[in-house]
């Protein structure tokens, strides 16, 4: 579906900006330059006509991303957290799209039900509520176990959610191809890429039984952490588009009021958040990825709740370890150091120069120490963190999107409930806590026993292989036995093991 046929759908995206009033109230949200402005106002105002009317009663940018559909609702969401970004005015405007879309019937959600676990919702639930959230993907309703009496959430796929997406998608493939095509310089941003990883993000999401999976080990996961909370999955109620968790009562992290007269500290909640994000991403590589307001509460008693499993980011340990460090570096104003993880891990090429790049990550760094947080303009150091990596010639990371941008979204939360959080400070702890566990003298030891675990699964071959090199080596002519057919890269690991063991055996002797 990925043909020129898109230009319509891009087209009726302008346009229905223009139509809805929000083109302007975007442009200016952005602070977008005249020039930029200008044109978009000529190509809107001709289509205009070809523009989805939306809701008159929204606000005009609601409004539109409500019309457009569910991946333009997703991007409102994410903004919705960053009033620093895009105003306070149009921040509080999208909030709306975090839980409170026009909810489908729900006849049509028992129906589903019904079709999925194979039985009808009476005999299931004594009790089943109207929909108490809808979002873009699903919306939720409260239930009660006719079995044991125990209430749950019961969340129901949109109809037609799957169709819907892959309209979008396939329009975003086409804007990225384009953008490609007509824009080498953008290239090392890897637009197709970034598209392809959002599309396996919302693919995921499309199928509950996935996120019944991510939910129960994000709930295994953190289990011991103090102040946080995650329902678990009922397993024998959930299925491809439906998911039945235990249901757990707060208030709306976006509702300081009821927070505030519920006697909870907002300062210490907002930190909360920040060191939680920090601590599941850097401790186990496994993070929820979809951290805005509507898909978190408090409980009474103070804890983090958190919902909607659908977009979860795993880290491996190297990419946690270079992540935490470029962290470290900037905590500590060491702009050389972060500087030279970049070059080690290979994010910018090695002809460039180390020096240039420290100094312009100075500038990055340097305003966001001893300055009021509400005087940081996040939107400029970003625009600027933008120009040092298009003139350093470093590409987009997939495997850090989702890392990157929930950051940004949990830092947006956090400045919800605090306008005075500063992310470097709640970081700091958490941060140097990894890096002393991880990257240093305790690490290494853990790695070499990691390849000692390695070496042991190989070691009633090991004689065998190294004669079968051996020989290969002596009578290339003769092919080796199949066995000893192994990567290079074991070769190395088998090579560096057998290398320490002598190294363990000469101190031993």
Request: net charge neutral; charged share 25%; proline share 6%.
């Amino acid at each position: 579906m990925r043909g020129p046929h898109n230009i319509i759908r891009l087209v009726r995206t302008l346009a229905t900006l223009e139509r809805t009033g929000a083109i302007g109230v975007v442009l200016e949200a952005f602070q977008a330059p005249p020039r930029l402005r200008f044109v978009a106002r000529v190509l809107g105002w001709p289509f205009k006509w070809l523009g989805l009317k939306g809701d008159p009663a929204l606000p005009p940018a609601t409004r539109a991303l409500t019309a457009l559909g569910p991946a333009y609702i997703k991007f409102g969401q994410i903004l919705s957290t960053r009033p620093d970004v895009v105003g306070d005015e149009l921040a509080l405007q999208l909030k709306y799209l975090q839980d409170k879309l026009p909810p489908f019937p729900v006849a049509v959600a028992r129906e589903m039900i019904a079709a999925e676990l194979g039985e009808p919702v009476d005999q299931i639930f004594s009790a089943f509520s109207d929909p108490v959230a809808a979002a873009s993907i699903a919306q939720v309703h409260r239930a009660t176990l006719a079995e044991t009496g125990a209430e749950v959430a019961v969340k129901v796929l949109r109809p037609g959610i799957e169709r819907a997406f892959r309209k979008d998608i396939d329009a975003f493939y086409f804007a990225a191809g384009v953008i490609e095509f007509l824009s080498p310089a953008s290239r090392r941003l890897r637009p197709m890429d970034v598209v392809t990883h959002f599309d396996g993000v919302v693919q995921g999401e499309l199928d509950l039984r996935l996120e019944s999976a991510a939910a129960g080990e994000f709930e295994a996961n953190t289990q011991k952490d103090g102040g946080f909370q995650v329902p678990k999955p009922i397993w024998h109620l959930s299925g491809r588009t439906v998911l039945t968790m235990d249901w757990a009562e707060g208030i709306n992290l976006a509702d300081n009021d009821a927070i505030d007269a519920a006697g909870i500290d907002r300062k210490l909640l907002a930190s909360r958040v920040l060191q939680l994000f920090l601590q599941h991403a850097l401790r186990d590589g496994y993070f929820h990825a979809d951290m805005h307001q509507g898909n978190l509460k408090v409980a009474l008693n103070g804890n983090i709740i958190a919902y909607d499993f659908g977009i979860m980011g795993r880290l491996d340990e190297y990419t946690r370890r270079v992540y935490a460090e470029i962290l470290f570096g900037f905590i500590r104003r060491d702009y050389r150091r972060v500087a030279e993880v970049h070059f080690e891990a290979g994010y910018v090429p090695a002809d460039r120069d180390i020096d240039e790049f420290a100094r312009a990550l100075r500038v990055v760094g340097e305003p966001i120490f001893g300055m009021d947080a509400t005087r940081i303009s996040m939107a400029r150091l970003l625009a600027y963190l933008f120009e040092v990596t298009e003139r350093f010639g470093m590409e987009t990371r997939t495997e850090l999107i989702l890392l990157q941008r929930t950051m940004v979204v949990v830092e947006g939360v956090a400045r919800g409930l605090n306008p005075q959080t500063n992310i470097w400070h709640d970081a700091r702890p958490i941060v140097e806590g990894y890096i002393k566990d991880n990257v240093g003298p305790k690490a290494l030891l853990r790695d070499l026993q990691k390849t000692a675990m390695v070496l042991a699964r190989f070691g009633p071959k090991l004689p065998r292989l190294v004669e079968a090199q051996l020989v290969r080596q002596s009578r290339p002519d003769v092919p080796p036995p199949e066995a000893a057919r192994l990567h290079p890269a074991v070769w190395m690991v088998l090579g560096a093991g057998l290398a320490l063991a002598g190294v363990f055996l000469g101190q031993t002797l």
